[in-house]
């Protein structure tokens, strides 16, 4: 980037634009001050200074991951900065550029430094190195023991309002969704959650549909990894995988790994719900980047191997999936079009979690997280808030 006076600026160019609505080619895109500041085609560019060109690649919103435990050998349950940190500057490399630090079920304690560090790290981290911190993710306590999957059951809580308080006031409300089971608590507790401002995501639950649908009108407006650790779909009692099929009120995540939903439903969810209602997870844990063993995830052992990770048991427990790979085999499974991909992995998500207006899409005025795909969607270059954090050699010229 270069200073004109205060202005901090740069162009990309040559690039092939995913706006809100339409795919622009042979497009530039302007960056002052890290916002998106213009856009418009080639040909009406005045100017060939601080240009990167990318050889008409695809320039994408920011990935936004909503769900990511950890990766490169740490967590987020460490409950360190250093951690959070690089977590931060690894999301960079497979075009992350805003996350949800996700917790698990554990030890109250281990649960309340997770979120303080979470809290601590968001207010002090003021320089660009690497992806956003948004906020917490609360993926447990408050899930069912009959649907825990690979959490562990003994430290798990009831969902109350006075404890979602506590933990509230311990992250200085930096709590931005919420996985709990519905069937264990009322629709006061879902209510309260929604009114704070928190999402409320049904998942780690056996509730019947009915129930479900009686949380509806109080707040309940997402699914956690849709498929995995839930109720499931029979013709007497359809449980939430229906109703996180069935109501339009609720977005789903997925875990698009190959892993923990099957290529052929990915299919039937995306022409069920439509890429506005869809959102693509990581849920990946600390061994993402690391070699196969064994590593301790939410106070359990799991074992990585072959590209997934899995406690004793045979539980799949979390994953190793980079949300770039995620993109790659939603578009291989779906044919959905490059703007569907762009909602999946970005617009849905800052809709989700009330960052739109700075954040999702190519816009002018909003924050320049941005991510250059090749027509593989294999990430070339990764920005945010205007600044290059990550190239791949050769995926620009000067």
């Given at each position: 980037m270069k200073r004109k006076g205060r202005i901090i600026f740069m162009y990309i160019t040559n690039a092939t634009l995913i706006l809100p609505n339409k795919v622009q080619e042979h497009s530039y895109l302007r960056i002052e001050n890290g916002k998106i500041a213009e856009y418009g085609f080639?040909?009406?560019?005045?100017?060939?200074?601080?240009?990167?060109?990318?050889?008409q690649q695809f320039v994408f919103p920011g990935f936004i991951d909503e769900h990511i435990h950890g990766t490169d050998g740490v967590d987020v349950m460490d409950g360190t900065p250093e951690a959070l940190h690089e977590i931060s500057?690894?999301?960079?490399?497979?075009?992350?550029?805003?996350?949800?630090a996700t917790t698990m079920t554990e030890k109250p304690e281990i649960i309340e430094q997770a979120l303080k560090n979470i809290a601590y790290y968001q207010e002090s981290t003021e320089e660009c190195t690497g992806a956003e911190l948004l906020g917490a993710h609360l993926e447990g306590p408050f899930i069912s023991?009959?649907?825990?999957?690979?959490?562990?059951?003994?430290?798990?809580?009831?969902?109350?309002?006075?404890?979602?308080?506590?933990?509230?006031?311990?992250?200085?409300?930096?709590?931005?969704?919420?996985?709990y089971a519905p069937e264990e608590t009322t629709t006061a507790f879902t209510k309260y959650i929604y009114q704070q401002g928190i999402v409320p995501s049904a998942g780690h639950s056996n509730a019947s549909y009915q129930t479900i649908v009686k949380h509806l009108p109080y707040g309940l407006s997402n699914?956690?990894?849709?498929?995995?650790?839930?109720?499931?779909?029979?013709?007497?009692?359809?449980?939430l995988a229906f109703a996180s099929l069935y109501r339009n009120e609720l977005t789903v995540e997925i875990i698009c790994d190959g892993h923990h939903v099957d290529k052929n439903v990915i299919d039937f969810i995306y022409n069920v719900k439509g890429a506005n209602l869809i959102t693509l997870v990581s849920d990946s844990m600390r061994a993402k980047n690391c070699p196969d063993g064994h590593y301790l995830h939410g106070g359990q052992i799991a074992e990585k191997k072959d590209g997934c990770v899995l406690l004793p048991n045979g539980t799949i427990c979390g994953s190793v999936l980079k949300i770039s790979r995620a993109a790659q085999l939603f578009k291989k499974y779906t044919n959905c079009s490059l703007l569907e991909i762009a909602k999946v992995t970005s617009g849905t998500p800052a809709k989700k979690l009330a960052v739109y207006d700075?954040?999702?899409?190519?816009?002018?005025?909003k924050?320049?997280?941005?991510?250059?795909?090749?027509?593989?969607?294999?990430?070339k270059m990764t920005l945010a808030k205007g600044h290059i954090l990550y190239t791949e050699k050769k995926a620009i010229s000067d």
């Open positions: 080639m040909s009406e560019l005045q100017t060939n200074e601080n240009c990167v060109s990318l050889n500057v690894a999301l960079i490399r497979e075009g992350v550029t805003s996350f949800l023991c009959v649907k825990s999957g690979g959490q562990d059951s003994t430290n798990i809580q009831k969902p109350t309002i006075e404890k979602i308080k506590d933990y509230q006031k311990i992250a200085g409300n930096k709590i931005k969704l919420v996985t699914v956690t990894h849709i498929f995995n650790a839930m109720s499931p779909i029979t013709h007497r009692d359809p449980g700075r954040k999702g899409s190519i816009e002018l005025g924050d320049a997280d941005l991510v250059v795909l090749d027509n593989t969607l294999s990430v």
